[in-house]
């Protein structure tokens, strides 16, 4: 239900793609990617890494995989220095992806009322609402047991027995919480990173996963 088209999949992917481009360059490697993908995962569609010998070189990219994580939580509000910001945007610049960083409040005020529209459909939508309560693991036990869904410990939450988790994610999921934790967070970021494709398909998808992921190195 949350991603019927395989689009946030296909993101995944490049994002994978990415780590394994910078991997082969610090092991000697060519990291050329080539992408010929599908929609329909019939297993036809391939994203090839190149592995003909090259000299070896440690990106700092590459250094930063061990340490790089997403957050879901409040942040600490401080701007980002213009070059910090130059910097990202050389860091994801590619072809057929387009990065847009937005700092202004006002940008960001109504990039989170999108935000917040959207959040609050969804979370009305009882089939989405079915799927993330059997997506979610409440615990590392059931997390590492299971080797899928979202272990809760990333968002921030304690670790709780599965069955307490699904009852109190059923009563707390609703447009008004969820709502304020993503303006909590939105209005707490240093900006918003928005990243486009030229085409709305599964190669342009892949683009823009490598693309955020050198963002996020």
């Given at each position: 239900?949350?991603?019927?088209?395989?689009?946030?999949?296909?993101?995944?992917?490049?994002?994978?793609?990415?780590n394994?481009?910078?991997?082969?360059?610090?092991?000697?490697l060519?990291?050329?990617?080539t992408?010929?993908?599908?929609?329909?995962?019939?297993?036809?569609?391939?994203?090839?890494?190149?592995?003909?010998?090259?000299?070896?070189?440690?990106?700092?990219?590459?250094?930063?995989?061990?340490?790089r994580?997403?957050?879901?939580?409040?942040?600490?509000?401080?701007?980002l220095?213009?070059?910090?910001?130059?910097?990202?945007?050389?860091?994801?610049?590619?072809?057929?992806?387009?990065?847009?960083?937005?700092?202004?409040?006002?940008?960001?005020?109504?990039?989170?009322?999108?935000?917040?529209?959207?959040?609050?459909?969804?979370?009305?939508?009882?089939?989405?609402?079915?799927?993330?309560?059997?997506?979610?693991?409440?615990?590392?036990?059931?997390?590492?047991?299971?080797?899928?869904?979202?272990?809760?410990?990333?968002?921030?939450?304690?670790?709780?027995?599965?069955?307490?988790?699904?009852?109190?994610l059923?009563?707390?999921?609703?447009?008004?919480?969820?709502?304020?934790?993503?303006?909590?967070?939105?209005?707490?970021?240093?900006?918003?990173?928005?990243?486009?494709?030229?085409?709305?398909?599964?190669?342009?998808?892949?683009?823009?996963g490598?693309?955020?992921?050198?963002?996020?190195?």
């Amino acid at each position: 239900m949350v991603d019927p088209d395989d689009h946030h999949l296909f993101v995944s992917l490049g994002c994978a793609t990415e780590n394994l481009v910078q991997a082969a360059r610090a092991h000697g490697l060519d990291g050329g990617v080539t992408a010929n993908v599908r929609g329909d995962l019939t297993g036809e569609g391939l994203i090839r890494v190149g592995t003909t010998r090259a000299p070896a070189f440690r990106s700092p990219l590459f250094e930063a995989m061990p340490s790089r994580q997403s957050t879901r939580t409040e942040y600490s509000g401080r701007p980002l220095a213009l070059s910090g910001l130059d910097l990202l945007a050389c860091a994801s610049a590619g072809a057929g992806v387009h990065l847009q960083l937005c700092t202004a409040a006002a940008d960001i005020e109504r990039i989170l009322s999108a935000v917040m529209q959207a959040n609050g459909m969804q979370i009305q939508d009882d089939a989405f609402r079915r799927e993330l309560l059997q997506w979610i693991r409440f615990n590392r036990a059931d997390a590492l047991r299971l080797g899928d869904g979202l272990y809760s410990g990333a968002s921030g939450n304690p670790s709780v027995p599965a069955w307490i988790g699904r009852l109190a994610l059923d009563v707390l999921l609703t447009p008004g919480c969820d709502g304020d934790k993503y303006a909590v967070q939105i209005r707490s970021s240093a900006g918003i990173a928005v990243f486009s494709s030229e085409l709305n398909d599964p190669a342009h998808w892949v683009a823009v996963g490598r693309s955020f992921q050198r963002f996020a190195l």
